[in-house]
C-alpha cells in the first residue's frame, strides 16, 4: 500500500513538473505586437501610414498649413505644442473642419502666438478614417521631431524645445479605429451626416 501511495506521488509530481515545463517553454518573454485582425481590411503598417500620410498630407493640407508644416495661411503642425498636446481636438478639427459661424474653436495658442479659428475646412466627406489617420501620423511621427517645453508670447515668439527620440517618434501614430471612434461621436450628435 506503502509503494503504491509513493508511486502515485510520483507520477503526480511528475506530471506537475511536465506541465509547469511546457507552460514555461510556451511562455514567450519577449514584446508582443498587438493581436491583428486579419479579417480587418483597413489594418495598415506605421511605415505605410507615414507613406500614405506624407502624400495626403502634401495633397491636401500643405497648401495652408506649408510644404513642411511650419505654418503658412493655417498655424504650424510641424513642432507644434498645439498639435501635439490636443490628439482628440486634432481628430476633431480634421473631421469637422473649423469654418462654421461660430467656428468651432475661436482661437488657440500654438507655440507662443495667438491663431484666430475659422478657416480650416471639413475632411469627413473627402477622407477617410485611413487617410485621416496617416495624415495625422506622419504630422505626429515624421514633422514633429522636437517637443516644444515653452514659448514666449508675441509678435515673434521663442520656442524651448528638446529633440525626440527616433524610437519615440516611430511608435508615435494615430490608429484609424481612433478616428472612426471620432467621427461616430460626431454623426451621433448630429455635427455632420456624411460618412
Not at 500643405?62 to 498639435?83: I, K, L, Q, R, Y
Request: proline share 5%.
Amino acid at each position: 500500500m506503502k509503494t503504491t501511495r509513493k508511486k502515485i506521488s510520483l507520477l503526480l509530481s511528475a506530471a506537475c513538473l511536465a506541465a509547469f515545463a511546457l507552460a514555461a517553454c510556451s511562455k514567450d518573454d519577449g514584446p508582443t505586437a498587438p493581436p491583428v485582425d486579419t479579417n480587418d481590411s483597413t489594418y495598415v503598417s506605421a511605415d505605410t501610414l507615414r507613406a500614405v500620410g506624407a502624400t495626403v498630407f502634401a495633397n491636401n493640407c500643405s497648401g495652408c498649413h506649408g510644404t513642411n508644416g511650419e505654418g503658412s495661411h493655417g498655424p504650424a503642425v510641424a513642432n507644434s505644442d498645439f498639435f501635439m498636446n490636443n490628439r482628440q481636438v486634432i481628430i476633431n478639427l480634421v473631421l469637422r473642419g473649423n469654418t462654421s459661424n461660430p467656428p468651432y474653436i475661436d482661437s488657440m495658442v500654438v507655440n507662443g502666438r495667438l491663431v484666430l479659428g475659422g478657416g480650416m475646412p471639413a475632411w469627413h466627406d473627402i477622407l477617410t478614417n485611413k487617410e485621416i489617420a496617416s495624415v495625422l501620423t506622419y504630422l505626429r511621427s515624421v514633422l514633429n521631431d522636437s517637443t516644444v517645453v515653452s514659448c514666449t508670447s508675441g509678435d515673434q515668439p521663442v520656442c524651448t524645445k528638446v529633440a525626440r527620440t527616433p524610437a519615440a517618434m516611430a511608435m508615435d501614430t494615430v490608429a484609424f479605429r481612433e478616428v472612426m471612434a471620432v467621427r461616430d461621436s460626431l454623426k451621433a450628435k448630429g455635427v455632420f451626416t456624411a460618412p
